[in-house]
Every structure is written in C-alpha cells, then in structure tokens.
C-alpha cells in the first residue's frame, strides 16, 4: 500500500520507513485472513495505525539497555512500529511484544522476520505473562486507562514511564483512573487525531 507520508513526516529514516513499508504490506495482506485491524481502516492504514504510532516515538528519551514492552500488541500498534525504528535509536534497545491470541502471535513474530529487526513476542495473557520490568510500557486501543494502570503494576519497573494514546474522552478516563490510583501524567496533543492525546504517565501508585 503506498503511504501518503514520506520518512520526513515520520521523523523517522529512510531504512526504518522501508521497514514500516513491509509492515503494511504484510498487514494487508494477513487482514484477509484474520481481524488485525479494522477492514475499514485498511485505505487509511498508514494515517490510522502507522502514523498514530510513529508519533510517539519522540515522546520517550531512550538510555541504554531500555526496554520497552508493548501490551495487547494485536495487529503491532504501536509495538510493531517501535522494532521497525529500534535500530535508529540503539543497537541494544529490547521490545517485547506482548499478545494473547495465537494467530496474533503468528503475525508479529512475521512482520518481525520481514523487517529483520529483533523483538520478542510473549504469546500469553497480560495477567498471566512473567513480569517484564519494563523501561517503557505502551498500549493502543486496549483497555480505559484504570485497568492499563493496573497492567503497569504488573509489568512498568518503578521509575518507569507508561506511554498510552488515547481518544478524545481521555479526560474522563483520568478522573475515573483517580479514584483507585495515583499518577504523574502529561497530556501530548495528537498530530492525527483532533482531541486525542499520548498519555505519558509515570510514579503509578494504589491510591
């Protein structure tokens, strides 16, 4: 599918724009066979997933040896998104995508190979998987923002940063979050959707 963005409008480089090419390719032609995203978004695939994810990006400063867990990675958003561009950032930044269903997995583990970047893909539940300890913890489209709260106690190591997009009722899903947690958060205005933001969220605690 030939994107409407060039690497520039990503901020990304020219191999990991190629990488994320291969990433929608490959998308497209798994989504006949089984729901990684909607069939909808299929002719906005690069505005609705790879764009949204990309944006994110430049909203985690990376150290060395970071590792960064994306949950509920299903179709790879943003998770996927994140390998492609790893190798911009640091030879040794680790992702870990993880995901429950099977044929998921299946997906993730060849969109991998095909963009030839390094990840690992835990096939369990989110309760259920080890604890990650993650550097950076990141979920789109996957659950309101108490029950990602709750997934963070499970898997962010302390000090950590949760990076969650989130549409234009976010506001709401903070003063529900609240009443069970306390958190440090700042609100990143979308750049492709109006009212949606990136929650960038870190010192989560049990209320």
Not at 93 to 104: C, N
Not at 160 to 174: L, M, S
């Amino acid at each position: 599918m030939t994107s409407p963005y060039t690497a520039e409008d990503l901020s990304v480089s020219r191999e990991t724009f190629e990488r994320l090419e291969v990433l929608s390719e490959l998308l497209v032609k798994w989504n006949r066979r089984i729901n990684l995203v909607s069939n909808q978004t299929i002719p906005h695939l690069w505005e609705r997933h790879i764009a949204d994810s990309a944006q994110i990006l430049s909203q985690v400063a990376l150290t060395e040896n970071t590792h960064w867990v994306d949950i509920g990675s299903g179709g790879g958003f943003p998770g996927l998104v994140i390998a492609a561009a790893a190798p911009d950032w640091s030879e040794d930044l680790k992702v870990t995508l993880v995901e429950s269903d099977i044929r998921k997995c299946s997906f993730l583990r060849s969109a991998l190979r095909e963009m030839d970047v390094s990840g690992q893909v835990i096939c369990e539940r989110i309760e259920s998987a080890p604890q990650q300890n993650a550097d950076v913890l990141s979920a789109r489209a996957l659950s309101d923002l108490t029950k990602l709260l709750e997934f963070s106690e499970l898997h962010l190591k302390s000090g950590g940063t949760a990076i969650f997009p989130k549409g234009v009722n976010w506001k709401k899903e903070v003063t529900a979050a609240e009443e069970s947690w306390s958190f440090r958060y700042e609100a990143i205005t979308s750049k492709t959707q109006e009212g949606a933001v990136i929650l960038k969220i870190g010192d989560i605690n049990r209320v």
